[in-house]
């Protein structure tokens, strides 16, 4: 893949859209640091996006839109949520609530949680590339796993080039660190970053101690555990079981019926809803350890432990 560099024009701007409606990946400026956008709505897309930054960890991930109006499509404000929104955005501080009903996004987004973490960017490239595309851009750090955040589009070409579809010049970033992440009930500062805590306590009063459940990103590695018991590595049902399937083969439902990692990590999590909701112990195929694979086996190894 060439990967194109964009400028933040007009036409530039219109190109971002177009790829990222088309299920592509596009790195783009916020004044924190650069972040891989794809469109929130497309497991397909957000799938790439783990797999553009290697090995990854299914977090949940940062939603970015427009505006508080558009924010409220994809999730629930509360009085203080509302207030801190108001306050602070467009800016640093990204806000976990619970979904809004009919929401549409990927459940890879939300790595198979009732939240989301929402942001509205104050970078003014951000806010054209959001007004263009008219939906949620969910966007973690533009950069492979493990490597320091890009602060630049020259950092980005660096760790991606070849990975991605698009760079988005936004120039560089002002803040230069992560935005806060603040959510939960009561009102937990989950994640430091670039709006202080203090200012955030003027808004709201003392904060809560964060729980040590995993309801944003920059926390370690999100934990989705069905009620249902899972048998992983399965070559077929057993009585009593319904089976998950990966590749060609008999199932109750599958991941991805032609064996693509991609498409079976944008399937996980509403998989796992769906066949939970029948109250049943599922039997899982295994999955390669390789690319998305070691991402999914991770998740379904924690989903199947003993708790």
Not at 37 to 53: E, L, N, P, Q
Request: proline share 8%; with cysteine.
């Amino acid at each position: 893949m060439e990967t194109q560099r964009l400028a933040s024009d007009p036409p530039g701007i219109a190109r971002a859209a177009e790829i990222l409606s088309a299920g592509g990946l596009v790195a783009f400026a916020t004044e924190t640091v650069y972040g891989l956008g794809a469109d929130a709505r497309d497991g397909g897309a957000v799938a790439r996006v783990y797999a553009a930054k290697g090995r990854p960890s299914f977090n949940p991930l940062i939603v970015h839109v427009a505006d508080l109006e558009m924010a409220q499509r994809y999730g629930v404000f509360n009085q203080q949520s509302l207030a801190l929104a108001r306050q602070f955005w467009p800016g640093p501080l990204s806000i976990v609530v619970p979904l809004a009903p009919h929401h549409g996004l990927s459940s890879l987004v939300t790595a198979g949680l009732d939240t989301v973490a929402l942001r509205v960017p104050a970078h003014s490239g951000a806010r054209a590339l959001l007004a263009q595309f008219d939906g949620p851009i969910a966007a973690p750090s533009a950069n492979p796993s493990g490597r320091i955040s890009p602060t630049t589009p020259e950092h980005v070409m660096a760790g991606l080039q070849g990975k991605i579809d698009a760079v988005l010049d936004g120039g560089t970033c002002t803040v230069g660190l992560e935005s806060t992440i603040i959510g939960g009930a009561p009102l937990a500062l989950l994640r430091q970053g670039g709006v202080p805590e203090e200012e955030i306590v003027e808004i709201t009063g003392p904060l809560a101690q964060a729980g040590t459940d995993i309801t944003a990103p920059g926390q370690l590695a999100s934990h989705y555990a069905p009620r249902a018991t899972l048998r992983l590595n399965a070559k077929g049902a057993q009585k009593g079981e319904i089976m998950l399937g990966f590749g060609p083969g008999p199932c109750d439902l599958n991941l991805s019926p032609a064996g693509d990692l991609t498409q079976a990590a944008a399937n996980l999590f509403a998989h796992l809803h769906a066949l939970d909701a029948i109250n049943k112990p599922i039997a899982v195929a295994p999955i390669p350890d390789t690319g998305l694979g070691a991402a999914i086996n991770d998740r379904l190894e924690r989903a199947a432990a003993p708790r």
